[in-house]
């Protein structure tokens, strides 16, 4: 853990990684401890260090967010602001940078909403199962399955973008989709009727998933890869994600700093995960484009902060960035708000190779034979 912990203070990169040892669960938490208040007394940002010092007094423990206020001595919003992020972390106002203002205290939309849950959530998590048992965890999960060649090889078979089907029992902006909610029926069927890939949400408080759902599909016999679909903010869920069978997990620009999305992409490798990069607007994918390692990135035609949907969103942007996005080899994801044959026709004109789709299959009786009636045929598989 030391090691990690040197590292997490030496390399701009590895920063994101274990602060959390320093929890108090840690198995030498005073040898951790003294450890920091060394690197913090090394840090020149003096708000920084006060952060670092002020949670090493007060026994609290870190995360990914606060070791990059401290790297680079400003907070996580404005790094975030200034590369166009609209969505706040929900800071403590233990920073001086943050301030404490009163309108810090109220999220300003769902999406915003959503991650502060998160933050607390994963820090409760974290402090049941610290990084380090993640990893241990993750190390014996069975090996992840390749989602890019799942999704290339159903294109080539049915000359339609290939199927990523969502399991999703409920949404903030839709309700409840399905009372009779089977994660594994319904995966099942999925897979029978041609879908290449599977989603399936992860989040408790606004989706009614869970992790747990994500375990009994992958030890269901599902072959499909899988999705985790998750609102990562913290490299210790794509651990956890791996842990629990995913072999792909979203990672939402509008919400992950540029170096977030890089770190937490050379995670994903080093797992043999494939990270889906979901962008809404030109500034994201730009963004996006200009890291390397991408494979696929996801253009969502729902706003996560308006919930409104538009598919021309997809069709606009790759008008806009299409050539750029085919020479760097990179494959498109079409998500949200698809119905009809015409829908997926709109999208596969546009240029995409894969959608995303949720609501217009789990709401049908039966969600695999709803597939045919989205694509207007058959799917091979
Ligand atoms: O669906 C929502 O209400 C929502 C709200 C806030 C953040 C994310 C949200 N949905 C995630 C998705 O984008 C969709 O689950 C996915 O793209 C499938 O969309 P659909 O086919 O329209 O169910």
Redesign the pocket.
């Known amino acids: 853990m030391e090691s990690l912990l040197a590292a997490s203070f030496s390399l701009p990169a590895a920063a994101f990684s274990p602060p959390s040892s320093l929890s108090s669960t840690s198995s030498s938490p005073h040898a951790l401890r003294s450890a920091v208040a060394g690197a913090a007394r090394a840090v020149r940002c003096s708000a920084a260090k006060d952060s670092i010092l002020y949670a090493l007094e007060h026994d609290e423990m870190f995360n990914s967010a606060e070791v990059i206020q401290w790297e680079s001595g400003k907070s996580i919003n404005s790094i975030a602001a200034a590369q166009g992020i609209r969505i706040r972390r929900r800071c403590r106002p233990r920073y001086p940078s943050e301030g404490s203002g009163a309108d810090k205290a109220v999220p300003r939309n769902?999406?915003e909403q959503?991650i502060w849950d998160k933050e607390v959530e994963v820090s409760q998590r974290k402090a049941k199962k610290p990084l380090q048992k993640v990893i241990e965890s993750s190390q014996h999960a069975p090996p992840a399955r390749d989602f890019v060649g799942a999704l290339t090889a159903a294109y080539s078979r049915n000359v339609a973008p290939a199927l990523i089907a969502?399991v999703?029992k409920a949404?903030?902006?839709?309700g409840v989709l399905r009372e009779d909610f089977n994660p594994v029926e319904i995966a099942q069927s999925y897979e029978k009727n041609g879908a290449a890939c599977l989603?399936i949400?992860t989040d408790e408080k606004?989706f009614q998933g869970s992790f747990e759902n994500l375990e009994t599909v992958r030890n269901s016999g599902v072959k499909c890869p899988l999705l985790c679909?998750e609102f990562v903010i913290d490299i210790w869920q794509i651990y956890y994600a791996r842990s629990k069978g995913a072999d792909a997990i979203l990672l939402i620009a509008a919400v992950l700093p540029d170096l977030d999305i890089k770190y937490m992409l050379r995670i994903c490798k080093n797992l043999g995960m494939t990270a889906l990069i979901e962008v809404h607007d030109e500034r994201e994918l730009d963004r996006v484009l200009k890291i390397d390692g991408v494979q696929l990135i996801g253009i969502?035609n729902?706003s996560?902060e308006t919930?409104k949907?538009d598919t021309s969103n997809t069709k606009t942007l790759l008008e806009k960035r299409g050539d750029l996005i085919r020479d760097k080899g990179i494959l498109v994801v079409g998500?949200?708000?698809?119905f009809t044959p015409d829908d997926v026709a709109y999208v596969q004109n546009a240029g995409v190779s894969a959608i995303?789709?949720?609501?217009?299959l789990v709401k049908q009786e039966n969600p695999g034979q709803a597939i045919a009636g989205l694509y207007g045929k058959d799917l091979l598989h």
């Open positions: 769902m999406l959503i969502e999703k949404s903030p902006s839709r989603s949400l606004h679909k969502n729902r996560l919930f949907v998500e949200s708000g698809l995303l789709v949720g609501e217009s």
